[in-house]
């Protein structure tokens, strides 16, 4: 079992920054995919950015090359570090970590809420 326990999450103004953070249970040597998600009210869960053990690192168009998603292995923490955060929107990040086993195992922290304030 991998437990996951966002934070960062809050209330910033457009074209402000935060970094989110996932604090994983085991150590993430042993985790092959950590992600970030976002859900907006009445909307479904979409990927923001995923990273790899090796470091490969996938974002979604919509990032725009303004959040970067990185590994902290000593720590067990991924983090996302997001810059000129859009107008008026709040999502629900969430911190995600895939096992590759038979064939894999997926696990979901609780969300951390980005409020967007114009």
């Known amino acids: 079992q991998v437990r996951l326990v966002e934070s960062g999450g809050g209330l910033v103004q457009a074209g402000g920054s935060l970094r989110l953070s996932c604090a994983a249970s085991?150590?993430?040597?042993?985790?092959?995919?950590m992600g970030w998600y976002r859900q907006a009210p009445g909307k479904q869960r979409e990927l923001v950015a995923h990273?790899?053990?090796?470091?490969?690192?996938n974002y979604a168009d919509f990032v725009k090359c303004r959040f970067t998603i990185s590994r902290e292995n000593a720590k067990n923490t991924e983090y996302l570090q997001m810059n000129s955060l859009e107008q008026e929107r709040t999502d629900v990040y969430y911190c995600?970590?895939?096992?590759?086993?038979?064939?894999?195992?997926?696990?979901w922290g609780h969300g951390t809420k980005v409020t967007v304030s114009s």
């Open positions: 995600k970590a895939i096992v590759i086993t038979r064939p894999y195992d997926e696990y």
């Open positions: 085991v150590s993430i040597f042993s985790i092959n995919v």
């Open positions: 990273i790899t053990s090796g470091g490969e690192t």
